[in-house]
């Protein structure tokens, strides 16, 4: 079955700057990546997606890549801000609406 | 926007007792849904998928006769935890795929605490 590894478990950067978190899949077949924020006792929270047809996609100051020949995908947040603090999730689905496998979640911490 | 609810929020039991943790669908029909369960700290683990009018299918290493799962409607699922014991402690999330919006919705979560 499909395996999501995520990277790195911890990340702290200083407001305003970027902040990468990497993906890396298993299952070829996978072809919808969504990633999520989770803020502590709540509901994951989409922010941004990518299908496998597609390299690239921007939305403000979120961005995710995808290479699909290496099987993995990163998000980048730019400026960072204290309200990115959270927990981030990757995740890969081989049919849209199937089963999502999650990713091992990023701790961020975006310090003032 | 499609929205699902859990019901209850948070549930508190005595060790030995069965809990029920409800996933609805609000503004549309859900034919699947997904349970999963999240440890402190830790990520969602998929537990099982729940198919309405028929068995639900089990991840790995998930006990089908402990975790009653029942989606009965296109609107509701159920998820049963039987005889729990304090390791089942644990946040129980669901979700709904709706297939239009190519995108799945998470319910609140329902924290459940064993004594």
């Known amino acids: 079955g499909e395996n999501v590894e995520q990277h790195p478990s911890t990340l702290s950067v200083q407001e305003g700057d970027s902040a990468v978190i990497k993906c890396t899949y298993s299952?070829?077949?996978?072809?919808?990546f969504p990633w999520y924020k989770q803020e502590l006792g709540k509901r994951p929270q989409l922010i941004i997606d990518?299908?496998?047809?597609?390299g690239e996609k921007k939305d403000q100051r979120i961005a995710v890549t995808l290479n699909k020949t290496a099987k993995h995908f990163s998000l980048h947040i730019t400026e960072t801000q204290p309200e990115d603090s959270a927990v981030y999730f990757c995740?890969?689905?081989?049919?849209?609406?199937?089963?999502?496998?999650f990713g091992q979640g990023t701790e961020l911490s975006v310090k003032p | 926007g499609a929205v699902v609810s859990q019901h209850p929020s948070w549930v508190i039991c005595k060790s030995g007792t069965s809990v029920k943790i409800e996933c609805r669908s609000l503004?549309?029909?859900?034919?699947?849904m997904f349970w999963y369960r999240q440890f402190p700290k830790q990520s969602l683990m998929l537990m099982a998928t729940?198919?309405?009018?028929?068995?639900?299918?089990?991840e790995q290493g998930v006990e089908k006769d402990k975790f009653l799962i029942n989606h009965a409607s296109l609107t509701l699922s159920t998820l049963t935890v039987t005889s729990a014991h304090p390791e089942d402690s644990s946040f129980y999330i669901c979700?709904?795929?709706?297939?239009?919006?190519?995108?799945?919705?998470f319910g609140p979560g329902t924290r459940l605490t064993v004594l």
């Open positions: 979700s709904a795929p709706q297939f239009s919006r190519n995108e799945q919705f």
């Open positions: 299952d070829s077949a996978s072809n919808y």
């Open positions: 990518i299908r496998s047809n597609v």
């Open positions: 995740a890969a689905i081989i049919n849209q609406g199937g089963k999502l496998i």
């Open positions: 503004d549309f029909q859900a034919t699947t």
């Open positions: 729940s198919n309405e009018g028929s068995k639900a299918t089990y």
